[in-house]
């Protein structure tokens, strides 16, 4: 004879059902975010991932596939986002959209520096990517003539706070000019349109823009902070073999890349839409590979020399933030770690 179930049963079978559904949504979540054995080795989830065309080694590793081949045996997808600029990296950071991003060092700082759990874990490279630009027919040859001009920047990013090292180093400050915030492809036409005076641009659109007839009236390459990697703390502690891989890859990329400068170019010359000839010298004369990749000493250098800056412009509160964000940025334990030769060609 069938039982009613008491109201203790009832209220156990109602528990049980619950727990099932929540270990249910759980367990659906863990799949789409992947799952950490004990063993450390990540199981399904994606990789968030950006590319951009002022990183030429996230180029070629998207190019070649080498994280979809490195990370399918363990079933992860990789999720391929571009950046338009360091300040979209950062957004993208932030957010969580991306677990790994290119950024510029100072970019890096300043998400770091405003609370954001990053860390730089890999040096791309040293660039000469920013430089004060003007058009063909301006009449501006020098820096100190910008005072009460109108310039276009990318807020965030390494242009914009080379345009205000640039600024100091001529007697000037932010002050003195009207920076106008636009990202990096809508300065330079703003410059081409005369909506602007001047424009602190980024490669690869400034060697185009040269190309075209534009004239870089101030370049310093000591003013450029670096071309790096950085990804999310929750990323880096859930995921580290990932993480490693990630490295790896870029390691690998950058041996490829030093091996193959006109393959390089040609990649960088179709994902920017670029003359092949631009790209290769962006490559070339503004791309420098051969330097350490550990986070370390080089970047601090330039990076303490930048952070007051923040301060002074109220990008940052206070100069402990910045003293705080120095200590805990760099990372260079997955670079000490890293092995190209597992990333197959």
Request: proline share 4%; glycine share 8%.
């Amino acid at each position: 004879m069938r039982r009613t179930p008491t109201i203790v049963t009832a209220l156990a079978a109602a528990a049980a059902a619950a727990s099932l559904l929540l270990t249910g949504c759980v367990a659906g979540e863990g799949s789409a975010a992947g799952s950490t054995s004990s063993s450390g080795v990540t199981k399904g989830g994606t990789l968030n991932i950006d590319f951009a065309t002022y990183n030429p080694l996230s180029l070629v590793i998207k190019k070649q596939g080498w994280l979809e081949k490195a990370l399918k045996k363990q079933d992860i997808t990789v999720n391929w986002v571009q950046s338009a600029g360091s300040n979209k990296a950062n957004e993208a950071l932030r957010s969580g959209a991306i677990d790994v991003g290119s950024t510029a060092g100072s970019a890096a700082l300043l998400n770091r520096s405003n609370g954001s759990a990053i860390k730089v874990i890999d040096i791309a490279s040293q660039p000469e990517w920013s430089a004060i630009v003007v058009g063909p027919n301006s009449p501006i040859t020098s820096v100190a003539q910008l005072k009460g001009k109108q310039i276009a920047a990318t807020k965030g990013t390494d242009p914009y706070f080379f345009l205000l090292q640039s600024l100091e180093a001529n007697g000037l400050s932010a002050s003195d000019v009207t920076i106008q915030n636009l990202q990096h492809a809508d300065g330079w036409a703003a410059l081409q349109n005369g909506s602007v005076d001047a424009w602190s641009g980024l490669d690869p659109i400034m060697a185009n823009a040269e190309k075209s007839g534009a004239k870089l009236i101030y370049r310093n390459v000591a003013f450029n902070t670096y071309d790096v990697v950085a990804a999310t703390e929750s990323f880096l502690s859930s995921k580290p073999d990932v993480a490693q891989t990630v490295v790896n890859a870029y390691e690998h990329a950058r041996e490829w890349a030093q091996k193959h400068p006109d393959e390089t170019a040609k990649i960088l010359s179709d994902v920017a839409g670029i003359d092949p000839a631009v790209a290769s010298s962006v490559i070339s004369e503004r791309t420098n590979l051969d330097v350490s990749p550990l986070p370390g000493d080089a970047q601090l250098k330039v990076l303490t020399k930048v952070g007051p800056i923040f301060v002074q412009s109220g990008d940052v509160k206070s100069q402990s933030d910045i003293d705080k964000a120095l200590d805990s940025l760099l990372d260079p334990d997955l670079v000490k770690k890293a092995d190209p030769s597992a990333i197959g060609n």
